[in-house]
């Protein structure tokens, strides 16, 4: 199969019906999500009954002051957490219902995320970085190696290959880290503060980045960011998050 054809063919066919509200293109929905710490003295209620859907091929972007959620609900998107109580649907499969190994598949396939921090092992080369999603995934060598490649070609890194993260920038990194994130073909791509460790003219090319894989491949991005003008330029809409709860999923009236 080439590479990423399919999805790509899929998302410019789809382009004009995918983003149309109807219960059918809702690729993630959180329903009345709560979570609670239990700290030794105190309970911090992080989310108090978040409800929200995203529908398939959207962009989105959560801001809101730090310390009111956002990166809660982002880790019980993709699972890295479960809620308190409430759900999270993603393609009309609630994750609490999921097998261990259907929740792992969903991890490494469906899901793609992306942080603040990189997170690329320096020791291993770029290549090596970003072929390691697929090792877990038990993708065959040549095909690991093709889809490596066209990965970080997407992301403008094809000729760095055999450069460890130290000998990048910033921005390189992040961009390695999004090569890395899209490289099982995930539907669905969780960027918490992408740009929190770079300048603004790298963030410019990151969320640039970020819109062009969301209207090629058709992937479903959802980003918390702090910076409102790279929001209201690159996002389809906004929503605002504040003390646990969504105060505006930004969608028009
Ligand atoms: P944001 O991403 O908007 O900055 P977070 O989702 O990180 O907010 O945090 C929301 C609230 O939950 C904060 O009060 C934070 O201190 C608390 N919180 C987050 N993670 C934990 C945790 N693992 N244990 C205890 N409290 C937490």
New binding site residues.
Partial sequence: MEPFSTTESQAGASQEWAKSPSPDNIIILAQDLWKT?D?EAIQ?N?LCGVTFSIVRGEYVAIM??????????MNLIGCLDRPTSGAVIVQSRNLAEMTPLELARYRRQTVGMVFQAFNLLPRMTLEENVELPMRLAEVSRPERAARVREALERVHLEKRLTHRPGELSGGEQQRASLARALVNRPQILLADEPTGNLDSSTSDEILHLLREINQSLGVTMVM?THERRLAEQFADRIAV?SD?KLTSDGAEA
């Avoid at 809101?64 to 609900?73: A, F, Q, R």
Wanted: aromatic fraction near 6%.
């Fill in positions: 710490y700290m911090v992080a809101g002051p730090s310390g009111s959620g956002k990166s809660t609900l918390v998050m646990g």
